[in-house]
Every structure is written in C-alpha cells, then in structure tokens.
C-alpha cells in the first residue's frame, strides 16, 4: 500500500470515528477483470479488502466492530477508467 494510500485511509478513519459509533463500513476489494484468471483476480481482490480492513483496524484504530469486509474478484474498471481507484471502495452499509 502506498504512503498516499495510507494519508487517504488515515483521513478516512477519523471520519469513521468521530461519526456514528452504530455504522457499518463495507470495505470491498476489486480486481481487473482484463488481466490474470478469475481464481486470481478473487484472490487479489480479498487481499486488497483485507489490508485496507487491517490498516484500518491495527494502525488507525478503527472498531471492529464497524467494519465488514467483501470482495468482488475481476471487474471492469468503475471509477474514471483509473484502475487505481478501483482496487478498494469503502461504503457506508444501509
């Protein structure tokens, strides 16, 4: 994970503690559906979900409890045609 990934998880942790202490956060990953087999886009993108998940938790305190991980394997990219903004989402659950 890049520095300026950390700065932007770190900002997004405060805003996560300093809200409702009932709300759940899903943190999904995402893989390039264009590249490598559908067994490893899964993979990468649940390892993507998990260490946004872990930063979140072990180095910027964030509860447990307010935080779900998902992961959707290979997908097109959604966010600009920026593959970089497409590896993890943080969403607030309904």
């Known amino acids: 994970m890049s520095n300026e990934a950390r700065v932007n998880l770190g900002m997004m942790a405060e805003i996560i503690k300093s809200g409702d ?3 759940v956060y899903v ?3 995402y893989a390039d559906a264009g590249t490598g087999s559908k067994k490893g886009n899964e993979r990468l993108s649940k390892e993507r979900a998990e260490s946004v998940y872990n930063c979140l938790v072990k180095e910027f305190g964030v509860s447990e409890k307010q935080l779900r991980i998902d992961y ?6 959604m966010f ?3 593959p970089r903004l497409s590896r993890a989402v943080i969403t607030k659950a309904e």
């Not at 959707?72 to 990219?77: F, Q």
């Open 21 to 23: 202490p009932d709300a």
């Open 27 to 29: 943190v999904t990953g």
């Open 80 to 82: 600009y045609n920026d």
């Open 72 to 77: 959707k394997g290979g997908v097109d990219n």
